[in-house]
């Protein structure tokens, strides 16, 4: 097999003479590829069946002790001037980065096979979604993008049709981290990366193309790629509201994505669309309008169990690829707090011994189709996208941010995404509870300076006749003992049923400088046992804190210079000005 499409078949040419591969493989995406792959896997040692009985088509992958993450200080966008990559990137100029990457590529295929991965992200027949081919010698990428994408031969034909696609180059290298890079050069869109097998760094249809090459497209297009779920909510009254969450690591954004209506609300649904990606495009409606450009999972599994996630929980007990979990004697993988089982191999493949550390790795993964979800969706692949009624933005805050909030519009809202600091858990590499700016949960991939994309944010004021709110939660208010105030879970439904009333004008709030809060009797507190108390400090805000938190946003954006736009600025003097206003009358 190869292409009609000139372009792409001199790519692959070009490729196969710099790394010198034994045979080259196009990808069709059929089953029967996806399982001869196994197979050959298998065969190999380098992914194990498990237990096929109670994990029916289940496979376990342990990579390299030394390539077990994203390795964001080797992660580099390579702009044409450093400025464009910003602050917010580590950059490394195009001439320089290709010269030092294809070095590294050379030969580095010899006795391996190169395969062509051509994939679409998002749905087929979609105009939001954009097409990509991958090459990479290694088959677990393939199985894995098999599950993450919509790989093989429809793909190829849309992207023969269409002419164009992103350019991705991976090979494993001999897996040297001091050999290892993640190039995007967002002005080619082309990604490299070699000297890693591991998701973020080897699925270049992933982190790599979604969210780094195509923010740099959306900017450029006139659309938006966001770290953002998309979950749907239909109310016993059959109203169905789309809404988007960008979280930061460690604030339940998996969890929010498949949330399960607690028995008290009675007649409420949950739909996923996507628990990771949204690419959001303007449509005719004057609305912003959500695609998830996955068709899979790629999650963290410790911590997932029936009580936290039975969704996700339930999804992965058969047709998975697990990496780095451990297993138990009857050879079902097994991670911290499953609560189930009992270890016998770690995730090294070794006998367990609790004095080696954790049985499965803290970053150990599951990759899964995303029709194994029970409460999966089919408009996940509807064409136009679905039409969004808010964008929530959230973090990890003990003391500051309360249980939610709703910007006064769409500047102000930008300026509350822009801001979104959360504070660092025991999952953190440093110091716990420092708080990290990290805007629109976007830090670790927006390939392109933040205050340009700050700026492309603020153009959509303009663009959209029917915006959707932008809002603010935060489930992790605690006490002065440390323990959290808010149920949070399933609960988190009350706070979404808040929104959407917002959305759709059918409930007051209460006006701060930081914007609309809920009268305490507002949230819907039936069947749960909080004290009035509590829910007046979960919605209510202290002025002096968050003085000190306007004063600690307008010191990052000074970070950016004077490519910070001038109405974001605006808005922040805004909510300092009311602020001290309150201060003052307070006195």
């Keep these: ?25 196009w990808c069709t995406g059929s089953d029967a590829e996806y399982a001869e792959m196994v197979r050959r896997m298998e065969a190999e040692g380098t992914l194990t069946a498990l237990n096929q009985d109670t994990y029916p088509n289940c496979y376990l992958h342990l990579s390299d002790p030394s390539d077990v993450a994203r390795v964001e200080h080797l992660t580099y966008v390579c702009t044409r001037t450093e400025a464009d990559a910003g602050p917010n990137n580590h950059w490394m100029a195009p001439d320089e980065a290709h010269a030092k990457i294809d070095a590294l590529f050379e030969g580095a295929m010899r006795g391996r096979t190169l395969y062509v991965i051509p994939y679409c992200m998002g749905p087929l027949d979609s105009p939001l979604a954009r097409c990509g081919v991958e090459i990479t010698d290694s088959p677990y990428v393939v199985v894995n993008m098999k599950l993450m994408t919509r790989m093989g031969d429809a793909a190829l034909e849309r992207i023969e049709r269409e002419g164009h696609f992103v350019k991705g180059l991976h090979s494993t290298g001999d897996l040297d981290p001091n050999r290892r890079f993640i190039m995007h050069f967002p002005e080619e869109l082309s990604i490299k990366s070699i000297g890693s097998g591991y ?19 959306a900017r450029e297009e006139g ?19 789309y809404i988007a969450c960008a979280l930061p690591s460690a604030c ?27 690419w959001l495009h303007p449509r005719d409606d004057g609305r912003l309008h959500a695609i998830n450009p996955e068709s899979g999972y790629f999650g963290v599994v410790p911590g997932t169990n029936a009580r936290t996630n039975r969704n996700a929980f339930d999804m992965i007990t058969h047709d998975a690829i697990f990496t780095n979990v451990a297993r138990t004697a009857t050879n079902e993988p097994w991670w911290e707090d499953k609560k189930e089982g009992e270890p016998a191999i770690d995730w090294q493949g070794r006998p367990y011994d609790p004095a080696s550390g954790p049985a499965a790795h803290p970053n150990s993964r599951f990759t899964v189709g995303a029709k194994n979800n029970p409460v999966y969706t089919s408009l996940s692949e509807a064409p136009e996208g679905v039409p969004l009624s808010a964008i929530v933005f959230g973090g990890r805050r003990k003391e500051l941010a309360p249980l939610v909030y709703q910007a006064r519009d769409w500047r102000h809202g930008v300026l509350v995404g822009a801001g979104v600091g959360s504070e660092t858990t025991a999952a953190n590499i440093g110091e716990v509870g420092i708080v990290r700016r990290d805007p629109m949960a976007m830090k670790p991939f ?13 153009s959509f004021e303009s663009r959209l006749s029917n915006p959707p709110g932008i809002f603010h939660i935060n489930w992790f208010r605690q006490d002065k003992d440390g323990r959290f105030i808010w149920p949070g879970f399933g609960e988190n439904l009350r ?26 009797e507002d949230i819907d507190m039936q069947g749960l046992d909080i004290d009035s108390d509590v829910m007046r400090a979960l919605t209510s805000i202290d002025e002096s804190q968050w003085q000190a938190e306007m004063d600690a946003i307008e010191a990052y954006f000074d970070t950016f210079g004077d490519r910070v736009p001038a ?16 201060a003052a009358k307070a006195s």
């Design 495 to 520: 706070v979404l049923r808040w929104i959407i009333d917002r959305t759709e004008d059918r409930i007051g709030a209460h006006e701060t400088p930081i914007g609309y809060l809920p009268h305490a």
């Design 446 to 458: 927006c390939g392109y300076n933040f205050a340009d994309y700050w700026a492309h944010w603020l």
């Design 252 to 278: 339940g954004k998996t969890n929010l994505a498949m949330l399960i209506p607690p028995e008290s609300l009675p007649g409420w649904k949950i739909w996923t669309l996507g628990d990771d990606i949204a």
């Design 1 to 25: 097999m190869t292409t009609s499409l000139e372009a792409l078949a001199a790519w692959v040419d070009d490729v196969a003479a710099l790394t010198r591969p034994d045979r080259i493989h």
């Design 223 to 241: 659309w938006l790629a966001e770290h953002m779920l998309i979950v749907g909510i239909e109310s016993p009254a059959g109203e169905t509201h």
């Design 567 to 582: 109405a974001l600025r605006d808005e922040l003097a805004a909510v300092k000005n009311g602020l001290s206003n309150v």
């Design 199 to 217: 998701g973020g760094n080897a699925l270049l249809g992933k982190k790599c193309h979604a969210l780094r090459i195509a923010s740099y497209q």
